[in-house]
């Protein structure tokens, strides 16, 4: 997709989980990606299984009907040793996706590794690692309780880092965090300020 100069476009990014749900929102503006939110959606833990299926549902549309986007971003389950816990988040997921196909907002989705590798050029950064590139990257001072929101920030910033165009209405694809530093050298070189 290109982008006209100055479009706006408006991505949900979310990391699902049957616990705590992250999202994060940016707002893309030709170039420019800004950060408009970030949070969690807390799943009560007693809950049936599918009863927090339906909850998941219900936030999702609510966040997709708050931000408006353009488009969801979407990380997917990683295989981990637990069977019954990949499919858990598996349909966690589903669901994040049906809410967002249930109000015609397009899907991408990305694979864990991939959205590590966009920030921070490490496929294997820790949370921490990635929450702290997103405050340079973006420019805000918050550190959420949770690290989920970040993760879900960075969902949303790893697809924008996908479909970013110049002025003259050309598509730059960056492939991850060292192709946009060398793009972007004064953002990347701005003094980081930490929450003390």
Aim: with cysteine; glycine share 8%; proline share 5%.
């Amino acid at each position: 997709m290109i982008l006209p100069v100055n479009k706006e476009r408006i991505i949900l990014g979310i990391d699902p989980g049957t616990l705590v749900m992250g999202y994060g929102v940016v707002k893309e503006i030709g170039t420019k990606t800004e950060m408009v939110s970030m949070g969690i959606v807390k799943i009560p833990a007693g809950d049936d299984h599918m009863i927090k299926l339906q909850r998941i549902f219900e936030k999702t549309v609510a966040l997709i009907d708050m931000y408006h986007p353009d488009t969801l971003a979407i990380e997917a389950p990683f295989y981990g040793k637990n069977i019954q816990v990949m499919l858990k988040l598996g349909r966690a997921q589903g669901i994040c996706i049906a809410a967002a196909l249930s109000r015609n907002i397009p899907v991408n989705e990305y694979a864990p590794r991939k959205i590590k590798q966009a920030i921070t050029g490490n496929g294997n950064a820790t949370k921490e690692q990635v929450a702290a590139m997103l405050q340079q990257l973006l420019q805000f001072k918050e550190t959420p309780e949770f690290l989920d929101a970040t993760d879900g920030l960075a969902v949303a910033v790893c697809h924008s880092f996908q479909k970013i165009t110049t002025g003259r209405g050309s598509k730059i694809s960056y492939s991850g965090w060292e192709s946009f530093a060398k793009e972007n050298k004064a953002r990347v070189n701005a003094p980081i300020k930490f929450k003390k």
